[in-house]
């Protein structure tokens, strides 16, 4: 409400608000969005009025100094074209005059003289503005200071007229009758005019201009390219596959790279591409350090990162198979953290993504490759694909690219439906046909095993593939420990390779005992003791485990990240399993904070859940984390069940997958923490129920499985394999 009041010919404007919402920033909400109230107030009547102010402080019509004619004589001797040289001349104020702005009393608002500039080599935006400004008019470029906004952007265009409006300067040059709005406080840009980078500021003042206001937005026809290629050559099925990966990037992507290769150190730079593929391909090791090479002539990087890869393809009985996801290009079709929101969700409509897997095996592999639409546009992103067969070589290239810069808040669910289609579009399956009996060895048929995530086990390979993993491991690793040929530490790592075999199949007795001999040979290996903990856990054996996690505690900060979250979260749950709820909550937020991944974080913070006794104790905590998760279906869907969002039917019906594999995991894990929310809410024959549902899928390898038979107070059993061997 605004009062308006007068005393001694003076006017009062009182205004007033109430039970304000508070303002939550959004996730990708495009800079041009304005989401609070304003109230303006200027002295100004038009824009015209502010061109006046503005083109006086910004006049400028002395003679060059001798330093300054000199070095715009140098340019002039070259002979270069006007694009030509309006590139070198921005480059050279970009690069030689540091950004440093003295914004006090008249420098707040009255640049320095072109001369000044340029004789002390520093200045602000409008410093470096104007000496831009003076120097390509000297060339014959025309060329007009400007004032831009990076606060309020396209907002410009409908609010009062007012200098206070802006608080950036840029240059608009004319060349060649095409307009270019140039800043001379980036880094430095190279390339040719053409392919140099430009940046939406929205609407600007352009002084003494015939249009004051004119919009600087990026036509549908400028185009920034991030790609990617992927080639993984496999010579032999006995020896490792090398990927070479070649990442190029023009314009703004180019400059976004140029610029961290210039302020990383080499190993950090090395880490941030190197990372990203060993990510996806974890037993792989880096050949070499990354190659960055920058071609400022066409303003493109190009970044080469070379891995070699031991277990490229996993088995499935009569074939090897592999699967390609475009990672890249995923990344570009992000989903919103949070559907409800008032903020529309920016999308880089300027920016093309391109990635290509090429695969080149021995022999000509079976592919898989998902649909993608027809390459038919979406009305929000487009995707394309293109693929190559020939004998023993095959590639599949996707596009995408964003056909709006933003989804309206309303328009949110539309936009994520079809994202996750595309996204479902991404990847493809390979498979190579074999004789298994053609192998030689054994062992040399395990190096082409997939090393099966713990978690979920191998897409349309169920259970079963897990376990026949387990079968190859018990075999040639207890051939290799009774060879004698392996000591110190490669005889720990076998040591512990059986012991996860064990594990998996329910034998903890055993597991420990191999688990026990690693540590003796190699004691300082943290990774050991860490095992033989969470395998006390599984065993119900929760006070030796808090014994093992806290002597471990000293080594914490030598692990790895993950390690560090599973040591917390393990040790939080043997601390709840014993009778330690606050002991084990504040493990759980020390989890929760350590967690690398949106799963593993809503893991800790279900557990967090159960610790605190009771859904309404707990439900706060748990809402708080859920909140800021990505809409993925699981483990999300247990937490929407804790907290009431969903009922334990929605739960049951959300652990449904095609995947055999993934099918049982889901139930395993959704039974579990439903007979725990049945235990917090008093309702002990659902929870026995809901626990003995969790033992029926057999999924022995989850603490969920062990947690859940203890329970029911029952004695752990050892699954029994079928089959005396791999070969069965």
């Known amino acids: 409400t605004a009062k308006e009041s007068s005393q001694a010919g003076i006017k009062q404007i009182d205004i007033s608000q109430s039970n304000i919402k508070p303002y939550v920033q959004e996730d990708k909400t495009p800079g041009w969005y304005l989401p609070q109230q304003l109230i303006e107030i200027s002295e100004y009547k038009?824009?015209?009025?502010?061109?006046?102010?503005?083109?006086?402080?910004?006049?400028?019509?002395?003679?060059?100094?001798?330093?300054?004619?000199?070095?715009?004589?140098?340019?002039?001797?070259?002979?270069?074209s006007q694009a030509e040289l309006a590139v070198e001349v921005l480059r050279w104020v970009q690069q030689d005059i540091r950004y440093f702005g003295i914004e006090m009393g008249e420098n707040s608002h009255l640049p320095a003289t072109p001369d000044v500039t340029f004789s002390r080599k520093y200045g602000d935006c409008k410093d470096k503005s104007l000496l831009l400004t003076t120097m390509l008019r000297a060339l014959g470029i025309e060329a007009r200071p400007t004032l831009a906004s990076l606060s309020m952007n396209r907002n410009v265009e409908k609010m009062l007229p007012s200098h206070a409006v802006f608080d950036h300067a840029i240059v608009q040059a004319v060349i060649e009758g095409k307009t270019y709005w140039l800043d001379a406080t980036r880094p430095p840009q190279y390339g040719k005019l053409s392919n140099l980078s430009f940046a939406d500021?929205?609407?600007?003042?352009?002084?003494?201009?015939?249009?004051?206001?004119?919009?600087?937005?990026?036509?549908?026809?400028?185009?920034?390219?991030?790609?990617?290629?992927?080639?993984i050559k496999l010579p032999s099925f006995k020896g490792e596959a090398t990927l070479v990966s070649v990442y190029k990037a023009t314009r703004n992507a180019a400059d976004s790279l140029r610029q961290m290769h210039e302020q990383l150190p080499a190993e950090q730079f090395n880490h941030a591409f190197q990372d990203t593929l060993l990510r996806l391909y974890p037993h792989a090791r880096t050949d070499g350090n990354v190659e960055y090479a920058d071609d400022q002539t066409n303003n493109q990087v190009t970044i080469t990162t070379r891995l070699n890869i031991?277990?490229?393809?996993?088995?499935?009985?009569?074939?090897l198979v592999g699967a390609f996801y475009a990672t890249e290009v995923a990344s570009w079709a992000e989903l919103p953290q949070n559907t409800q929101r008032s903020a529309p969700f920016g999308l880089a409509k300027n920016m093309r993504v391109v990635q290509t897997f090429e695969l080149e095996f021995p022999l000509s592999p079976q592919i898989q490759p998902a649909k993608t639409n027809n390459n038919k546009p979406g009305e929000f992103l487009s995707m394309s694909a293109s693929s190559n067969t020939t004998p023993q070589k095959y590639s599949l290239s996707l596009s995408l690219k964003a056909n709006k810069e933003a989804v309206p808040a309303q328009r949110i669910n539309d936009y994520t439906a079809e994202t996750r289609k595309l996204r479902d579009q991404m990847g493809m399956t390979y498979s190579i046909p074999i004789n298994t009996y053609d192998m030689d060895d054994l062992k040399a048929l395990q190096r082409v095993i997939a090393r099966f995530d713990q978690k979920y086990g191998s897409s349309n390979s169920g259970r079963a593939a897990v376990r026949k993993k387990d079968q190859i491991n018990l075999i040639v690793v207890s051939r290799d420990i009774a060879s004698g040929k392996l000591t110190n530490s490669n005889l720990a790592k076998a040591y512990k390779l059986r012991a996860n075999a064990y594990d998996d199949k329910g034998d903890s007795a055993q597991a420990l005992k191999d688990i026990r001999m690693a540590q003796q040979l190699d004691p300082e290996n943290p990774e050991y003791r860490l095992f033989e903990a969470a395998t006390l856990l599984g065993n119900g054996e929760y006070q030796a485990a808090i014994t093992r996690f806290a002597a471990l505690a000293p080594s914490e900060p030598t692990m790895s990240v993950s390690d560090q979250w599973m040591l917390n979260q393990q040790y939080a749950q043997s601390l709840l399993m014993s009778g330690k709820p606050q002991e084990a909550s504040e493990k759980f937020s020390i989890a929760i904070g350590l967690a690398d991944n949106s799963a593993a974080k809503l893991q800790s913070a279900i557990w967090q859940f159960i610790a605190s006794g009771s859904p309404a104790a707990g439900k706060a905590a748990l809402t708080s984390v859920l909140d800021t998760m990505p809409d993925d279906d699981w483990p999300r869907a247990v937490a929407e069940m804790l907290t009431g969002k969903i009922s334990p039917d929605e739960l049951i019906a959300k652990a449904a997958s095609t995947d055999i594999g993934v099918r049982e995991d889901q139930y395993s894990e959704a039974y579990f923490y439903l007979g725990k929310y049945y235990q917090m809410t008093n309702q002990p024959e659902k929870a026995r129920e809901a626990f003995g549902k969790c033992l029926a899928q057999g999924?022995?390898?989850?603490?969920?499985?062990?947690?859940?038979?203890?329970?029911?107070?029952?004695?752990?059993?050892?699954?029994?394999?079928?089959?005396?061997?791999f070969f069965d």
């Open 201 to 231: 500021y929205g609407y600007v003042l352009v002084l003494n201009s015939p249009q004051l206001l004119q919009d600087t937005r990026l036509p549908d026809t400028y185009e920034s390219l991030y790609q990617r290629n992927d080639t």
């Open 46 to 80: 038009s824009w015209d009025e502010v061109n006046q102010w503005a083109s006086g402080l910004f006049a400028y019509n002395a003679p060059l100094s001798g330093e300054l004619q000199q070095k715009v004589q140098e340019w002039q001797n070259r002979k270069l």
């Open 699 to 725: 999924v022995t390898e989850f603490q969920e499985h062990n947690f859940a038979t203890l329970a029911l107070g029952k004695p752990k059993t050892i699954r029994k394999d079928e089959g005396s061997g």
């Open 310 to 319: 031991a277990d490229l393809l996993s088995y499935e009985p009569g074939r």
